[in-house]
């Protein structure tokens, strides 16, 4: 079997919210077949869209804040604690709000927040969702753990002509080892961790709207998806996986490509 160099992670990410403010961990213990720990937990919907917590089916992003269409979520800052599922929205420096989003009471507080913070943008009443075990709100069906390869980022800088966030692409992991959009061309290979944790990439992420968005000023200021499908072809930049063989992953490791 083909081996090729160790890769390194960068860092790790996890969104709590779907569409609110990343949270680097140092750790995080991933479950075969599972989803990256404390990602995507919760959505906010944007008007009714149907979802059922009781037989959930996977709803396009549109039917929720997201930010590709609503850029100012990014003005917030948001920490989420695991232990008492309570969310502190800070906007401005001033902390907002503060709900534990385990009860109906809390969700409800975040949805009323909304209903003040985009009021411009909302289709219908916000309601904020759960996900029902064995379901996350990702992008994507098999959207279980996203990768970025951080020169594939440094390479769009240039496509763009300005400094790219690496953030804008909202990954879990973020890996230095690879040559520009090298992950790509990856998908069916296995990346393996030190304690034996497994990730098998399963397809590219196609880019959108929402990577135009500056996650420090929520500024729509850069067109990325344009630029790369002028300067390449197509819109793509970072992967997605499923996890093969679960174990812990840490920020400062080595992954082994393997397949």
């Known amino acids: 079997m083909s081996q090729s160099p160790a890769l390194r992670i960068a860092a790790l990410y996890r969104y709590p919210v779907k569409g609110l403010s990343p949270e680097a961990v140092e750790t995080a213990e991933l ?63 001033t902390t907002a ?70 953030l804008r692409f909202r990954g879990n992991l973020y890996l230095d080892g690879l040559e520009p959009f090298a992950e790509l061309d990856m998908v069916g290979r296995v990346l393996e961790a030190e304690d034996g944790l497994r990730l098998k990439i399963t397809s590219r992420t196609v880019r959108c709207a929402a990577t135009n968005v500056d996650p420090q000023t929520g500024l729509r200021d850069l067109a990325i998806p344009k630029a790369l499908m002028n300067g390449l072809g197509h819109a793509d930049c970072g992967v997605y996986a499923e996890v093969l063989a679960g174990g812990r992953l840490r920020a400062g490791e080595s992954l082994r490509a393997v397949g």
């Open 97 to 166: 709000l503060d709900a534990d989003l385990s009860t109906t009471e809390g969700r409800a507080a975040l949805a009323d927040f909304m209903q003040g913070f985009v009021p411009g943008t909302l289709r219908g009443p916000p309601r904020v969702l759960a996900a029902p075990p064995g379901y996350r709100f990702t992008d994507s069906r098999t959207g279980y753990v996203s990768l970025i390869n951080r020169a594939s980022v440094a390479a769009t800088e240039d496509l763009v002509g300005a400094p790219v966030d690496p």
């Open 31 to 93: 479950e075969t077949s599972g989803y990256f720990p404390g990602d995507r937990l919760y959505a906010i919907e944007n008007g009714p869209s149907g979802f059922n917590e009781s037989a959930p089916r996977h709803l396009p992003k549109v039917a929720y804040l997201m930010l590709m269409r609503d850029e100012a979520l990014a003005r917030l800052r948001t920490r989420f604690d695991d232990a008492t599922h309570r969310l502190t929205v800070e906007e401005n420096g």
